[in-house]
């Protein structure tokens, strides 16, 4: 029922037409992303985490749909990559990308990796960092408090530019590249990746763009202006409330 209330409500927002039933009560946007969340592909640590990462607005943003072929660059634990999986439902695919240099740090990256392989509209990958295997016409690539890490010492110095390469090349013409991370503040260079694990979005917009990207948006919705921004993400006074930036770029075409 919920996945038929997914496909219903995204037939309604391409179609401009109201849907009968449930969907019709409420705009279709809602109903769509709040059917994805509702998902039981979804774990229940997954849903006590949608409030604080506003991850209906996330998609929205990133205008994920049914249908649609979204690579997850960097997963982690596959936070995001259980929602895509729900939200492209069995016409979609999702790749779940988890970068070697994390499955060799800890086992349980290399879990996260197995777990999303079991469903049945996502593959599971685990490249090196600084060269992502994605299949080609992709969507939409999309990465959530990761970027920072091209950027770490232990990595190649070259890691962001090669990433970003390899985003464009895997997208469509048309498609898009959805970056949201930690706010680090404004000049602070490439010198937060490291000490505290964030980065400014002005960094991230400069390299995006000399891969052949355009800003396509921006979103406020993961903004906390009672961050300073210059704690480490893991400290127990910012942890989870960090500020966060959304960027949204286009590939031309």
């Known amino acids: 029922m919920r996945r038929s209330l997914i496909l219903a409500a995204a037939a309604a927002l391409a179609l401009g037409t109201a849907v009968a039933g449930p969907v019709a ?3 279709s946007p809602d109903v769509f992303y709040a059917a994805a969340l509702a ?11 949608d409030a604080a990462r506003h991850t209906a607005e996330t998609l929205a943003f990133a205008g994920v749909a049914p249908g649609q072929s979204v690579g997850d660059m960097v997963i982690g634990g596959g936070y995001f990559t259980r929602v895509f999986s729900a939200a492209v439902g069995p016409a979609g695919h999702v790749t779940g990308w988890q970068p070697a240099e994390f499955v060799a740090f800890a086992a349980v990256y ?3 990796l197995v777990d999303i392989a079991a469903l049945p509209n996502v593959t599971a990958i685990d490249s090196p960092l600084a060269a992502p ?5 992709l969507d939409l690539i999309f990465t959530a ?3 920072h890490d091209l950027h770490l010492t232990q990595v190649p110095a070259d890691s962001a530019a090669r990433a970003n390469a390899a985003a464009f090349a895997a ?7 959805v970056i ?6 404004a000049g602070s ?3 937060a990746p490291n000490r505290l694990h964030r980065i400014d979005p002005a960094v991230v917009r400069a390299e995006v763009e000399a891969a052949g990207f355009v800003l396509d948006g921006e979103d406020t919705a993961l903004v906390n202006p009672d961050d300073p921004l210059t704690a480490n993400v893991f400290d127990p006074s910012i942890r989870g409330h960090t500020s966060q930036f959304m960027l949204r770029f286009r590939k031309p075409g």
């Not at 295997?133 to 016409?137: I, L, N, Q, S, T």
């Open 25 to 27: 009560a409420q705009s």
């Open 39 to 49: 998902d039981p592909v979804r774990t229940e640590a997954d849903r006590t985490r």
């Open 110 to 112: 290399g879990q996260a």
């Open 133 to 137: 295997a994605w299949p080609g016409d």
């Open 145 to 147: 408090q990761n970027y």
């Open 171 to 177: 997208l469509k013409p048309g498609g898009l590249y």
């Open 180 to 185: 949201v991370d930690h706010f680090a503040a």
């Open 189 to 191: 260079g490439l010198t």
